[in-house]
């Protein structure tokens, strides 16, 4: 069985604090995608970010960065200097080669709140 | 339009009666798929198409739910004798092939549907 665990249900934070978001997933396939998604207030999830299972570097894009850990089944997202366009949900998502790498297993997400 | 187009985007119908949900993808994604969001979760994947067929329907919840996409664009979720646990906020998503090529989806906005 696939699972993700987002254990924190809302963070608040004040603009231009840094801020990372937790995402521990479960499975047994040994080749599964990992992603982000991001859904504004208008409810239309956005694409931030894949990672396959053999990839463990570090990604920078902007002021978004992601840290996943193979050791801890971790694959975390950090924000830097947010801001309050970054207040939204944050979704982790698993997909793996058994169950099919079309379907995606999201976590229950973070909603993050960034005031000004 | 550029995006990815969902009708109704709000339905509220009574206990029993016959709803159907509309997707249209951005043009030339050949892999259409149908999310379920209920209320503080994370989407739950229903079905997925590629082309025409409907390549992985292991998440339609009981014979109530169908899809179809008969010309391999426009889509269809039909859900029939509806009961109050339908009440979600239906998303679809497209993408340029499978999900193994670039991993993103792009999602339209949902049909929220409320049951009476």
């Known amino acids: 069985a696939q699972k993700v665990t987002q254990a924190q249900t809302e963070i608040s934070v004040v603009e231009k604090e840094d801020v990372t978001l937790d995402c521990v997933y479960e499975?047994?396939?040994?080749?599964?995608?990992l992603f982000w998604y991001k859904q504004p207030p208008s409810g239309e999830l956005v694409f931030l970010i894949r990672?396959?299972?053999?990839?463990?570097q570090n990604e920078i894009s902007g002021r978004y960065s992601w840290n996943f850990q193979k050791s801890t089944s971790s694959f975390n997202f950090t924000i830097t200097a947010s801001q309050v366009v970054d207040s939204a949900v944050y979704f982790c998502?698993?997909?793996?080669?058994?169950?099919?790498?079309?379907?995606?297993?999201f976590g229950t997400g973070t909603r993050l709140l960034v005031s000004p | 339009g550029a995006g990815v187009s969902q009708t109704p985007s709000n339905k509220v119908t009574e206990k029993g009666k016959y709803v159907e949900l509309r997707c249209d993808p951005i043009?030339?994604?050949?892999?259409l798929y149908w999310y379920r969001q209920s209320l503080g979760q994370g989407p739950e994947f229903l079905i997925y198409?590629?082309?025409?067929?409907?390549?992985?329907d292991s998440g339609l919840p009981n014979d109530r739910f169908f899809a179809v996409r008969p010309e391999g664009s426009v889509s269809t979720l039909k859900i029939q004798r509806t009961e109050r646990g339908d009440s979600a906020v239906y998303l679809c998503?497209?993408?340029?092939?499978?999900?193994?090529?670039?991993?993103?989806?792009?999602f339209g906005e949902g049909s929220r549907l409320t049951v009476l």
């Open positions: 998503a497209s993408s340029f092939g499978a999900v193994g090529g670039t991993g993103e989806l792009f």
């Open positions: 499975t047994r396939d040994t080749t599964y995608y």
């Open positions: 990672r396959n299972s053999f990839d463990e």
């Open positions: 998502a698993l997909s793996g080669m058994n169950t099919g790498f079309q379907k995606l297993v």
């Open positions: 043009s030339g994604h050949t892999a």
């Open positions: 198409f590629q082309g025409t067929g409907a390549a992985d």
